[in-house]
Structure formats: C-alpha cells, structure tokens
C-alpha cells in the first residue's frame, strides 16, 4: 500500500496564483484531513472530509476550498494565495473519527511558499 | 474549547538521558490521547495512542506515555534517548465528537 500521498512536495507561487493540492489514500479510509503545520504552532486542521461527498470546516479554513467526489481523493484549493498562505501542508486519513481511536496517517507534505 | 499544550518548546539531552515530555490537555469527556513523531523532513507518524485500559501505554521504539485523568495529563517518557530520536514531538488529543487537536509541539534534540 502506497498510504497516504500528496503532490507535489514543494511549489512556489505568486500572490494571487491559484493551485491546488493533491491528496490521496489507498487504504479505503472514510475520514480525510488537511493541516497546515507552521513553524512553534503545531498543525492547524484546514478542511476536513468524513466520507465521499461530505467536507467540513476545521479551524483555519479561509482562503481554502475543498471537494471530496471519491474516496480516495480529497484536493485542496487555493484560489487567490496570499503570503500567509506560506507553510508545509498535510493530508492525513483515518478509518474512523479520532474519538474512535483511530490514529490518523499522513503523506508526506506539500511545501508551498508564496512570493 | 478543547487545547493540548506542551509545556517545552525545545528539549536538549545527551544520549542515553532520560526523556520527559509534558502534554496536558483541557477536555472534560472521554478522551483519545496520542502521540506522534515527526523525524527531520519525514510526515507525522504515531507513537502510541490511549483510548481505555491500562493508563501506562507502550509504543514503539522504547517510548511509553502515562494517562493520568486527575492531572489532564498524557507525558511521554524514554528510559534512555538515543540520537535518532531527534525529532519533534506532537500530543494530540481526539474528543467524542470533531477532530484531532494537536498541540504546538516538542522539539528534541540528542547530543552524540
């Protein structure tokens, strides 16, 4: 199994480019996740998704946008990126929510920059 | 809300010193607690997770975690560190309802 994967590992934008990250997971999983790790503030949740069809806002979801159309997949939207949009961004997958102890799986990142 | 804080930003020792990390969380209901490391330019991967039972749980690599309800608190613990365990170190904690909350993270660094 290929887990949880994420394209491309790194891109540099300019301020008002759109783009859109990729993520998928091979392991049948329902819950999908997107966060944002910045530097001494741990990962933020994005967007997160508990099944095809269904996607929720985390806690720092302005200036994202994301669609869950399969299982598998669960993209990541930047319409108009901004500086503040500069960070290393996850996808992770879990077969259930964390309250059913489900420990989630993460690909390996995306670095964006913006410029 | 819910909040995890790790109480070290950066933790410096020397190989073979005991390892401590401090996570207390703020969530009055049943609780799953976790840990995960992140080694240098690697993904998030778990460490060990609490959900019921025994409040001392092992992990891999040598790693436990002690849940003690009355002190909202889930530390991480390593008898003896060695360099391959620098990395940094995320508590998370997961409700009954919602997502994942991560804390802000432990750096830690092993002297050779």
């Given at each position: 199994?290929?887990?949880?994967?994420?394209?491309?590992?790194?891109?540099?934008?300019?301020?008002?480019?759109?783009?859109?990250?990729?993520?998928?997971?091979?392991?049948?999983?329902?819950?999908?996740?997107?966060?944002r790790?910045?530097?001494?503030?741990?990962?933020k949740l994005?967007?997160?998704?508990?099944?095809?069809?269904i996607?929720?806002?985390?806690?720092?979801?302005?200036?994202?946008?994301?669609?869950?159309?399969?299982?598998?997949?669960f993209?990541?939207?930047?319409?108009?990126?901004?500086?503040?949009?500069?960070?290393?961004?996850?996808?992770?997958?879990?077969?259930g929510?964390?309250?059913?102890?489900?420990?989630?799986?993460?690909?390996?990142?995306?670095?964006?920059?913006?410029? | 809300?819910?909040?995890?804080?790790?109480?070290n930003?950066?933790?410096?020792l020397?190989e073979a010193a005991?390892?401590?990390?401090?996570c207390?969380?703020?969530y009055?209901?049943?609780?799953?607690?976790?840990?995960?490391?992140?080694?240098?330019?690697?993904?998030?991967?778990?460490?060990?997770?609490?959900?019921s039972g025994?409040?001392?749980?092992?992990g891999?690599?040598?790693?436990?975690?002690?849940f003690?309800?009355s002190?909202?608190?889930?530390?991480?613990?390593?008898?003896?560190?060695?360099?391959?365990?620098?990395?940094?170190?995320?508590?998370?904690?997961?409700?009954?309802?919602?997502?994942?909350?991560?804390?802000?993270?432990?750096?830690?660094?092993?002297?050779?």
């Amino acid at each position: 199994n290929a887990g949880v994967t994420q394209t491309p590992k790194f891109r540099i934008l300019k301020i008002g480019q759109s783009m859109t990250l990729q993520c998928t997971q091979d392991m049948n999983h329902n819950y999908m996740y997107w966060y944002r790790q910045d530097p001494g503030m741990g990962l933020k949740l994005i967007y997160y998704s508990v099944g095809a069809g269904i996607t929720d806002k985390g806690e720092v979801p302005n200036g994202y946008n994301v669609s869950r159309s399969t299982t598998e997949d669960f993209p990541l939207r930047l319409e108009l990126a901004a500086p503040s949009q500069t960070s290393v961004y996850f996808c992770a997958s879990s077969y259930g929510a964390p309250g059913s102890n489900q420990p989630q799986h993460f690909g390996d990142g995306t670095r964006l920059s913006i410029l | 809300a819910q909040s995890v804080s790790q109480h070290n930003h950066h933790v410096i020792l020397s190989e073979a010193a005991s390892l401590e990390l401090g996570c207390n969380y703020s969530y009055g209901g049943t609780v799953n607690l976790f840990w995960y490391v992140q080694y240098p330019g690697q993904h998030l991967q778990l460490l060990l997770k609490y959900f019921s039972g025994d409040p001392l749980v092992k992990g891999i690599k040598g790693f436990e975690a002690e849940f003690i309800k009355s002190k909202f608190s889930f530390n991480l613990r390593k008898p003896s560190v060695q360099w391959s365990d620098t990395a940094e170190y995320f508590c998370a904690v997961g409700g009954s309802q919602g997502n994942l909350i991560f804390g802000k993270g432990t750096k830690l660094s092993v002297k050779p």
